[in-house]
């Protein structure tokens, strides 16, 4: 397996790390994505929860006080799936890590296209704006320390517009999780 820790610190203040289990570009990180997204084989999210439990307990993070939150899918996506793929694998982490998780404290409130269409540029320009942060339980972002998942992160667009919202309600830090990561 080809974990990647990668420190963000110097990028925003309350920044942590980036971890992703494997590339993209491997057959099997890419099978096991797919499987789960387009053949709904959700019972992939239990092993993708257990593999990241074991890179988190290897992580050296403070956990005690933290929260995951899942990248949501816009609401007319997810009703077309059936589910989000990334909330489903945050709710696995989080029974397994005794971890808190809330996929309701960030929206996704514009449909974009989807970003492997675009350049690198415009994948930015296509997230810009979609996420908003929900106006009740912002407290349970405050001061704590903010595990926000993706399945795919290729050029952080939407990881990164995600954190940056996030960070407005004051977390303690936000580590930022990829299932597989996109060259």
């Known amino acids: 397996m080809a974990v990647e820790t ?11 790390d980036l971890i992703t289990l494997g590339e993209y570009r491997n057959p099997f ?11 709904y084989l959700t019972e992939i999210a239990d092993s993708l929860a257990i593999i990241f439990a074991g890179v988190l307990a290897q992580a050296n993070w403070d956990l005690n006080q933290a929260i995951i939150i899942p990248i949501p899918l816009h609401k007319t996506r997810e ?23 809330d996929d309701n404290l960030l ?31 912002l407290d349970k972002i405050k001061n704590k320390t903010v595990l926000l ?27 930022l999780l990829g299932v597989a990561r996109g060259s």
């Not at 990180?29 to 053949?39: D, I, M, N």
């Not at 974009?112 to 269409?117: A, P, R, Y």
Request: glycine share 2%; net charge positive.
């Open 149 to 175: 998942l993706d399945d795919v992160i290729t050029t952080g667009a939407t990881i990164t517009e995600a954190a940056n919202l996030i960070s407005q309600a004051q977390p303690r830090l936000i580590h």
């Open 79 to 101: 009703r077309e799936r059936g589910f989000n793929q990334s909330a489903v694998i945050s709710e696995k982490i989080s029974a397994i890590c005794h971890i808190a998780w």
């Open 6 to 16: 990668i420190s963000l610190k110097d990028k925003q203040p309350n920044f942590g």
């Open 107 to 137: 929206i996704k409130n514009k449909k974009t296209k989807s970003q492997t269409t675009f350049s690198h540029q415009k994948r930015f320009a296509n997230i810009a704006s979609s996420f908003s942060l929900a106006n009740t339980n």
């Open 29 to 39: 990180w890419r099978k096991a994505v797919a499987a789960l997204k387009f053949s």
